[in-house]
């Protein structure tokens, strides 16, 4: 559309084209100094007065910040500019004007509430430190996705309005489906383990989740993003085994790929995460949590983890690390129990110090069993015939996991709250923008 140079490629001779936001405009008298920003920095522009034509200090008199232009101009060297060039235009164009009254300070100078952030996000979005936030979710998605093609998984894409729920429950969201009871899946859970199962072995996913979670913390969303692996012929170990080593990669890549991203969130260096990640039992995690002295009232086994134990248990173990060996009561019906001891589950849960990131084990295979698993749950196998009817025809032993991308991309940037790295985040409050 516009033959223009990117800012960070400016280099000093001959006339360019640049076009982006005004970040700031400085009045000196007899010169005029115009922040212009792009997606790849920010230049700065010199009007000296006396050399300007009357229509173009009359157009420089109507602009606002944030406005978009377009300037055409000579690049020169001047060792007081931000990057050490300027730009001397000789034209300017507006392309379109912005309102004066601005809802938030993209230059971030002026602080605002996230909840005003998000009600504005486009404008939130020019902020360096938001954009930093989603350039790094980019990669973490990027670098995972190619990890999974590297493993030889496929990615799939499941359906989202479905009839029953993963695990049944009040975590459904209904929807008026024509006439029909439906709902906003929690999981691809089944799903996914029906296509690795049903044949083509390895498969990921990374998609919307939904979930009527009633309350309202700084990591729930009522709508996430879950990454999904799902594999045949390999245990819950192995399953383990590749969570911990997406996460590594992940880390791994932002540290190498988003130098710039992270010094503007704050973050000199990424302490890069040390695999394996340690493993302790569910037994062995109530222990702690018990003896760390912050609960109200001790845990009794079979209890699940509450909130205030996750942390205590993350202040001891200060890295991420492995939940193993669960009670089977209080995992899905889909978790395999343990051989031995059949009280244990094949599940898992991965931990980083300060929330759960990761939920995953081998799946029951074997037809009967799963239709035991969903009755001693109180679930009814006629609600799950689409799923249970497959493992009839041949359902070899399969594990996976679900990942949540915000919770990874939230830790990794050690943020407070889920909704930073969500672009526009649906919690109990919030369904616009
Ligand atoms: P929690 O106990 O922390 O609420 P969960 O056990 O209900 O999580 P799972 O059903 O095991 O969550 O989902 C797998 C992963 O998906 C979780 O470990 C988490 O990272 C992510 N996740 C689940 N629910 C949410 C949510 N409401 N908001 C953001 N991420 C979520
Ligand atoms: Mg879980």
């Not at 695990?167 to 459904?172: A, K, N, R, V, Y």
């Not at 498969?203 to 913390?217: L, Q, S």
């Not at 997406?246 to 710039?260: F, L, P, Q, T």
Request: glycine fraction near 6%; hydrophobic fraction near 35%.
């Amino acid at each position: 559309m516009y033959d223009r140079t990117l800012i960070n490629s400016s280099t000093p001779g001959g006339t360019i084209t640049v076009i982006g936001w005004v970040h700031e405009v400085r009045d000196l008298g007899g010169l005029t100094f115009l922040l212009l920003r792009d997606r790849s920095g920010i230049l700065q522009a010199k009007f000296e007065k006396e050399n300007l034509s009357q229509e173009i200090l009359s157009l420089l008199d109507q602009l606002y910040r944030e406005s978009v232009v377009l300037l055409t101009g000579e690049i020169v060297e001047e060792k007081r500019a931000p990057n050490g060039i300027e730009l001397i235009p000789k034209t300017i164009e507006i392309i379109s004007l912005s309102d004066p009254n601005l809802p938030l300070d993209p230059s971030g100078k002026v602080t605002s509430e996230l909840s005003t952030r998000l009600d504005k996000r486009c404008i939130d979005l020019r902020r360096p430190e938001s954009r930093s936030i989603f350039e790094i979710r980019s990669e973490v998605q990027r670098s995972i996705r190619q990890h999974f093609y590297d493993i030889d998984c496929i990615e799939i894409n499941t359906p989202k309005i479905v009839a029953t729920g993963t695990e049944g429950g009040t975590d459904l969201f209904p929807i008026a489906y024509f006439g029909k009871e439906a709902f906003m899946n929690q999981s691809p859970q089944l799903f996914k383990q029906l296509v690795a199962g049903g044949g083509i072995e390895r498969v990921f996913e990374i998609g919307p989740i939904f979930r009527a979670e009633e309350h309202n913390t700084t990591r729930h969303l009522n709508e996430a993003t879950s990454i999904d692996f799902e594999a045949a012929f390999i245990d819950h170990e192995m399953a383990m085994e590749v969570a911990e080593e997406v996460i590594s990669i992940a880390y791994h890549s932002v540290s190498e790929n988003c130098h710039e991203q992270l010094q503007m969130l704050g973050i000199q260096k990424l302490t890069l995460p040390q695999i394996p990640f340690p493993r302790i039992s569910y037994t062995n995690a109530i222990e702690i949590a018990n003896e760390s002295g912050d609960l109200p009232e001790p845990l009794n086994w079979g209890d699940d983890l509450s909130t205030q134990a996750e942390r205590s248990i993350g202040d001891i173990m200060n890295s991420h690390y492995f939940i193993t060996d669960w009670p089977s009561e209080i995992k899905p019906f889909y978790i395999q129990d343990q051989d031995e001891s059949p009280e244990l589950s094949k599940g898992f849960d991965l931990m980083h110090p300060s929330m759960e990131l990761v939920s995953g084990g081998q799946r029951e295979n074997r037809y009967e069993f799963l239709i035991n698993a969903l009755e001693n749950q109180g679930l009814n196998p006629s609600d799950f015939e689409f799923y249970v009817d497959m493992f009839r025809y041949g359902m070899p032993p399969h594990s996976g996991w679900g990942m949540g991308a915000d919770r990874l991309v939230m830790s990794m940037l050690q943020l407070d709250n889920v909704r930073e790295v969500v672009l526009f985040p649906r919690d109990r409050n919030r369904l616009a923008p």
